[in-house]
């Protein structure tokens, strides 16, 4: 097996959902689809109020290039378009729809599958561009953009990242165990891509023993490898994947195709096949469902701009004990501020948890054991930059290594005296950008 070679830890992985199949859940009486569900510019509307619009008809523009298309995830007339709560913890443009039952796809679109191969290179980025396809591990950042890298950039190495190494979740397992051919085929068509000059692999963690036998039977006679990972955290973190399969460092400055590699998530992978062979929008998604305080943890796949509240009474309902509801893993998730906020294109999970006790467990002077060091993965002293932020030291901050914090978690997690180094670090991380910003401006 192998592994990255800095840090990590292994916390309890919690995978109540391992064994459970996807579930369809049905379209709620209305959708709440934003315009900020990738990195970079939100989309532009383009709808108004009164509009009737069909399933995947295109409901936001792209606006800039590092920015992607949004589309209605179901047929029903638009109701509003304001800002209203996000996931991401503030407030977006959005468009909300009120359903109307038929569920009916714009004309043209989820058509019976194509040749791909036929298609042109153009034609393919295209495509992925159209769908509004997204890293869907959680950056967001547009397909069509990271399929393209500069024209000075070499790429031998294609990774999809199976580790799915966050506690709880299991969606990419589900996927890659119900949906192992259209795996493969997206990772066929971005491997095409680069004209038969990049290696595909595919990494997953040995704690997924089903999901590598359906990969490895999916991937029979097709040149892709699949690569069985420790089971160890932040393992599908992109520098670490890509550490652990290739032995290559991305160094501070340096993004991933500096040294030959893209990495994509398994679920973007379904998306490209989708999007190329069937012409089929970015819509939907699948989801866990988890957490000691939900009914029926599960996983699901939901249209995207499903709200929290629908999901959690489709699940059953949540205990009155529930007092942390997160978006995503716990290691790296949000927490959030209301159910009402939806799901976007990038929500891999919803947790649903009781943290009582933690309130009790407050910070306490760093005792200097280093355990934050040795469990870092980027190789930081997380217990100077917490030091350095907490006093507002910037300029010592930025110098002992801020910027190539991945916000992991892991050293808050092994701290014995409670410290919040992540948030300290990223507290830091946001006066630095405000700095810049009033110096730029």
Not at 425 to 441: D, F, G, M, P, S
Request: a positive charge; glycine letters at 10%; charged letters at 25%.
């Amino acid at each position: 097996m192998k592994t990255f070679t800095i840090g990590g830890i292994h916390p309890p992985e919690s995978k109540l959902t391992a064994s459970k199949a996807i579930e369809k859940m049905p379209v709620p009486s209305e959708i709440v689809v934003s315009m900020s569900q990738h990195l970079g510019k939100p989309a532009k509307p383009l709808v108004k109020v009164g509009e009737e619009v069909k399933k995947g008809q295109r409901i936001g523009e792209a606006d800039g290039f590092i920015s992607a298309h949004v589309h209605a995830g179901t047929s029903g007339k638009v109701k509003s378009v304001k800002s209203v709560p996000h996931p991401g913890g503030n407030y977006s443009l959005s468009v909300t729809i009120t359903t109307d039952g038929e569920d009916a796809w714009a004309e043209g679109l989820n058509t019976a599958p194509i040749d791909w191969k036929g298609l042109s290179k153009e034609s393919i980025i295209e495509r992925i561009k159209d769908a509004g396809i997204v890293g869907m591990g959680g950056a967001g950042f547009p397909s069509s953009v990271k399929l393209s890298p500069p024209p000075d950039k070499t790429i031998d190495t294609i990774i999809l990242n199976g580790a799915e190494c966050e506690p709880f979740l299991t969606a990419d397992h589900r996927v890659m165990v119900e949906y192992a051919e259209e795996v493969i085929k997206g990772l066929e068509i971005i491997t095409s891509l680069f004209q038969g000059k990049a290696k595909p692999f595919i990494g997953i963690e040995a704690n997924k023993p089903d999901a590598i036998a359906a990969m490895k039977k999916a991937a029979k006679g097709t040149g892709i490898e699949i690569v069985t990972l420790e089971t160890k955290y932040p393992q599908g973190a992109e520098k670490q994947l890509i550490n652990a399969i290739t032995g290559r460092t991305i160094e501070e400055g340096q993004l991933p195709f500096d040294k030959g590699c893209l990495v994509h998530n398994i679920g973007t992978a379904v998306s490209i096949y989708d999007a190329v062979s069937c012409n089929r929008p970015l819509v939907e998604r699948v989801l866990t469902v988890s957490g000691m305080e939900i009914s029926s943890a599960r996983n699901i796949r939901a249209v995207i701009g499903t709200r929290f509240s629908d999901i959690a009474a489709f699940s059953g309902g949540i205990s009155e004990k529930t007092n942390q509801v997160i978006t995503g893993g716990p290691m790296m998730g949000r927490s959030q501020f209301t159910l009402e906020v939806p799901i976007t294109k990038t929500t891999s999970g919803i947790l649903f948890i009781n943290n009582a006790g933690l309130e009790s467990s407050r910070e306490r002077t760093c005792i200097r054991c280093g355990k934050c060091i040795d469990a870092c993965p980027q190789g930081l002293e997380p217990w100077l930059l917490g030091n350095e932020a907490q006093f507002r030291r910037l300029d010592e901050a930025e110098l002992y290594g801020l910027a190539n914090c991945t916000e992991c978690g892991s050293c808050t997690f092994v701290c014995p005296s409670k410290r919040e180094l992540v948030h300290w670090i990223k507290y830091a991380k946001a006066l630095v950008n405000n700095r810049k910003q009033r110096k730029t401006a």
